[in-house]
């Protein structure tokens, strides 16, 4: 049973029996109950309950994915709007979402969708096949999928199915991500994984909880794991005012950065007020330049400016002889000059994913 729902798709209730995937990494339990390891918050699950993502269900001892092929949105986007400046600059990747969420944070840009399942305890999504989000990549042109919108982890196994997929046609994959999955789903995705755009939100616990209703820890070791395994990491931070823009905070998330790698991307956005958080000003040009200038002297060699087009922060510039090698207005390229992965002015190593 569904009902057509104006753009959204279809709406499909528990009784219909392909409406649910069997989920991927969890374990059964006593009574019934099912531990579902795919994020940090590894939900103890009830028979008939939903976990915190509200996308994933025990039904008598058994946990589905409640979102499999259902998609909420797709698009094709530039992939500096993910953002990844070091990531096949200048292509094009097929952005895909599901609904829901495994945070909650007071700021988010996409609440109508990530949300939705938790608010109004609804699965809303157009039924496409994991075949057919590969098709759509190729035909737009694309070089690559991008899992984001909502958080790709929540949508686990239609992000791994349709990813395998890809990357026997060529395609690359990426995650824009909170970074809250578990050890065991990265090492299950990484084979095919890409590339990572993680939010770091902040550097406190106190943020995390009281804005995200999630931990830090999990994210800086999710962080440091995937730039173990080979996968291409850049990070993100959202700059709130009077809540994470201390010069202490930024010291340590640079900081932070620096001990994985120098040259990991830093991408330092402007905030403005949306969703539950109204009452917190935009951030200031000001600010933003002053916490990129923070990255830059702890050691960073990128370090880029979000959300205010027209900044020299934009640009990527050869951390060796400053010449710019990348030229940037918002999301578009002006100027392409790395050649092979390379500065063409004096031969260093750019690195990224260039080809």
């Given amino acids: 049973m569904w009902i057509i729902i104006g753009g959204y798709g279809s709406i499909f209730t528990l009784k219909e029996k392909n409406a649910m995937k069997k989920a991927y990494l969890y374990k059964k339990q006593e009574k019934g109950k099912v531990l579902c390891f795919l994020c940090n918050h590894r939900c103890l699950i009830a028979d008939g309950k939903r976990g915190i993502c509200c996308v994933r269900e025990n039904k008598k001892g058994v946990l589905y994915s409640l979102v499999y092929e259902k998609l909420i949105s797709s698009n094709v986007d530039p992939i500096e709007k993910k953002p990844f400046f070091h990531f096949l600059p200048g292509s094009k990747a097929f952005s895909i979402a599901t609904v829901g969420c495994n945070f909650r944070c007071l700021h988010c840009q996409n609440h109508e969708i990530s949300q939705l399942p938790e608010r109004e305890a609804t699965i809303i999504g157009k039924r496409v096949s994991c075949e057919e989000i590969v098709s759509m990549a190729l035909q737009y042109n694309c070089a690559s999928i991008s899992y984001t919108y909502t958080e790709p982890t929540i949508f686990f196994e239609y992000a791994y199915d349709t990813a395998k997929i890809a990357r026997t046609k060529g395609l690359k994959n990426n995650f ?10 990265l090492d ?33 070791e999710n962080i440091a794991k995937m730039h173990d395994l080979g996968i291409w990491v850049e990070v993100t931070t959202l700059i709130i005012p009077t809540l994470n823009d201390s010069e202490d905070e930024l010291r340590g998330i640079a900081r932070f950065i620096h001990s994985l790698s120098p040259e990991i991307p830093w991408h ?34 990128y370090v880029y400016t979000g959300n205010i087009p027209g900044e020299e922060g934009e640009n990527t510039a050869c951390p060796h002889c400053n010449n710019i090698l990348i030229r940037r207005l918002g999301y578009h390229i002006a100027e392409n000059g790395i050649t092979e992965g390379k500065c063409p002015h004096c031969g260093t190593p750019i690195a990224g994913v260039w080809h």
């Fill in 176 to 185: 824009v991500t909170n970074g809250y999955m578990t050890a065991e789903a």
């Fill in 188 to 220: 299950m995705i990484a084979p095919y994984l890409d590339g990572a755009n993680v939010d770091l939100k902040a550097f406190s616990e106190e943020f995390y909880k009281k804005v995200c209703g999630a931990k830090l820890k999990p994210v800086l």
């Fill in 268 to 301: 330092v956005s402007a905030f403005y007020p949306t969703y539950k958080m109204l009452d917190k000003p935009r951030t200031s040009p000001e600010t933003i330049r002053h916490a990129r200038e923070i990255g830059l002297e702890e050691g960073l060699r």
